[in-house]
């Protein structure tokens, strides 16, 4: 099946410094969300972006799906940024299961 | 529009027992997935439900089972259940309009039920 590969899987930044979450996939998707993890486990939606560029406030996505790959930016980091973001897909031939990554887990250190 | 919701929040079983989670989706949702997300494994698709339909399934052990009722509410239900069991459980619902691979539209998740067996 589809292999979904998030990178790096730590991450401790000091608050104000910038930071690029990666997701790989190993096949073509058709669909592509980013999550933040709070720790209280609830997941909250950051980008619905199968491809091309989105934009929210000090975040913002961008997806190649040719090249399998998409990219998360937090510019300006505050500490509640802190938690594990994930990235899911939905791979495109083959059936309809959503995968998830493992997960950049990120600290952000006032 | 209120959110997902999943009852209870907080579940403490014996093992042996079996337990029924909950979950509403967002009105007009037809769409309910269910996950399990344990340090180990990760986040892992279980289910998913369309308009009282099994569309998919993970590869869980038939201890595991769900349905969906008309108004596209979702339970979830684990018989006998396991130490391995204890995690947290994640329902999502989307507005996904039929099957087939163009048919997959934005999840949103509810706050989960943890599960702990003891």
């Known amino acids: 099946g589809i292999q979904v590969e998030q990178s790096p899987p730590d991450l401790i930044l000091q608050e104000g410094a910038n930071s690029t979450l990666r997701c790989n996939f190993s096949?073509?998707?058709?669909?592509l969300q980013w999550f933040h993890q709070n720790p209280w486990g609830q997941l909250i939606n950051l980008f619905y972006i199968p491809s091309g560029t989105k934009q929210n406030g000090r975040l913002s996505a961008t997806t190649v799906a040719t090249e399998r790959y998409s990219l998360l930016y937090i510019s300006s980091s505050q500490t509640t940024d802190s938690g594990v973001y994930f990235c899911?897909?939905?791979?495109?031939?083959?059936?309809?299961?959503?995968?998830f990554g493992k997960g950049t887990r990120l600290h952000i250190l006032p | 529009k209120a959110g997902v919701t999943q009852t209870p929040r907080y579940l403490i079983k014996t093992r042996g027992q079996q337990v029924t989670l909950s979950c509403s989706p967002i009105?007009?949702?037809?769409?309910v997935s269910w996950y399990q997300q344990t340090p180990g494994q990760g986040l892992q698709f279980l289910f998913e439900?369309?308009?009282?339909?099994?569309?998919n399934k993970g590869n869980f052990p038939g201890r595991f089972s769900g349905r969906q009722f008309s108004n596209s509410r979702s339970e979830m239900n684990v018989s006998t259940l396991e130490l391995g069991d204890s995690a947290l459980y994640l329902c999502?619902?989307?507005?996904?309009?039929?099957?087939?691979?163009?048919?997959?539209?934005?999840?949103?998740f509810g706050p989960g039920t943890r599960l702990t067996v003891l």
């Open positions: 009105s007009g949702h037809r769409s």
């Open positions: 999502a619902s989307s507005d996904r309009s039929g099957s087939g691979r163009l048919s997959y539209n934005e999840q949103f």
């Open positions: 096949d073509s998707v058709n669909n």
């Open positions: 899911a897909v939905k791979p495109l031939n083959r059936d309809d299961k959503i995968i």
């Open positions: 439900y369309f308009s009282e339909t099994q569309r």
